[in-house]
């Protein structure tokens, strides 16, 4: 891709290139370059890249450079992902149960590539207070955020935070979990050890499809039943290890997993990558042919650790004990499986009315 930009990986870092001659694509570089110096982790600095990569490209089909980006500039921006249109969708006359069209971004997506250009140009004003911030500051937010309520001083911090307006409303969806025909059609489905094994550390251990592929063996505890997990932003927790999933690691390693000297404990099986670690396009792979094989076609690694999170709120599992075995952050993201326990909901809300009705 001689002629147009592109993003490519220099090491360890990802960096625009190619030969389009465009002032932003400095500037891109040395802020990607600042992403890695704060310990971000590849995946973040990769989806930066490729969201500013989609800002420089418009940058030049509009003939602008980074000097001349206003307001104005970014408004405009917006509106041209609104009205951009995702190769191999659907044409734009089809649209979804909540009013948005299948061939175009989604909001999440939007506001990706707004908060990557956003902090673009705060590091540009970091290095140069002198130039103006196009981002506009916003309103001064009502509440905190659920990140910006953790912390060790988090209740003496006072200073006002600003929310730009630069992004789209997001609509607040609830986690696809999968019923118990469909999970069982997409394991049944698995013919290794090994995909079952990834498999079942989804849907019995609620790990992501990153973490199960960080997994080494040295993590797996299969005779105390315990697995070192290193989730989001290098957090480590200990997860149970259910009975059922450990002698299925038990016969991988035993019986099926090609001597090497990876530590990784999920490995290419055969091809000319055989005993390397599977890698994440790996996995998509495995997934996408089982899901056109069994016929679920929301079979996908994270609806996986849905059904895990789903399970244990149907079980009445208590809300911190939950976060703790999904590795959230935060209890508001937790919270979000509370409202697909509709069974257990009911119950605790039959429950009080009663109570209602015997003090009446």
Partial sequence: MSDELRAAKNG????????????????????????????????????YAFALL????????????????????????????????VPG????????????????????????RLAAVSGMFAFRSLRDPDVRNPVPRGREARRLSAGERSGLLVHVDRRPRYRSPL??????????????????????????WRDRAIAGLMVFCGLRSSEVLA????????GGRWLAVCGKGAKERRVPLDVDVAGTIQT?????????TASALFVVAKGPNRGQPLS?????????????????????????????????AEAGVDLAVMQALLGHSHVDTTARYVHLAPTHVKAEFDAARARQRSRA
């Fill in 12 to 47: 360890s870092q990802w960096r625009l290139e190619g030969g389009v001659p465009s002032e932003s694509v400095p500037l891109v570089n040395d802020y990607l370059s600042y992403l890695v110096d704060r310990n971000y982790s590849p995946r973040t600095v990769r989806a």
């Fill in 54 to 85: 989609a800002f420089c490209r418009w940058l030049s089909g509009e003939g602008l450079d980074i000097g001349s980006v206003t307001t104005d500039v970014l408004l405009r921006f917006l509106a041209a992902c609104r009205q951009a249109t």
């Fill in 89 to 112: 969708r659907p044409a734009p006359n089809v649209v979804r149960m909540d009013g948005l069209r299948v061939d175009g971004y989604a909001p999440a997506t939007l506001n990706h």
């Fill in 167 to 192: 992004r789209v409303r997001e609509p607040r969806r609830l986690p696809r979990s999968l019923d118990h025909r469909e999970v069982v059609a997409l394991v049944g489905s698995l013919r290794s």
């Fill in 215 to 222: 997994l080494e063996v040295r993590d797996v505890d299969i």
């Fill in 252 to 260: 991988y390693l035993l019986a099926e997993r090609p001597e090497t």
């Fill in 280 to 312: 994440p396009a790996g996995l998509r792979t495995i997934f996408r042919y089982h899901r056109a094989v069994s016929g679920v076609d929301a079979g996908h690694p994270h609806a996986l650790r849905h059904t895990f999170g789903t399970a244990l």
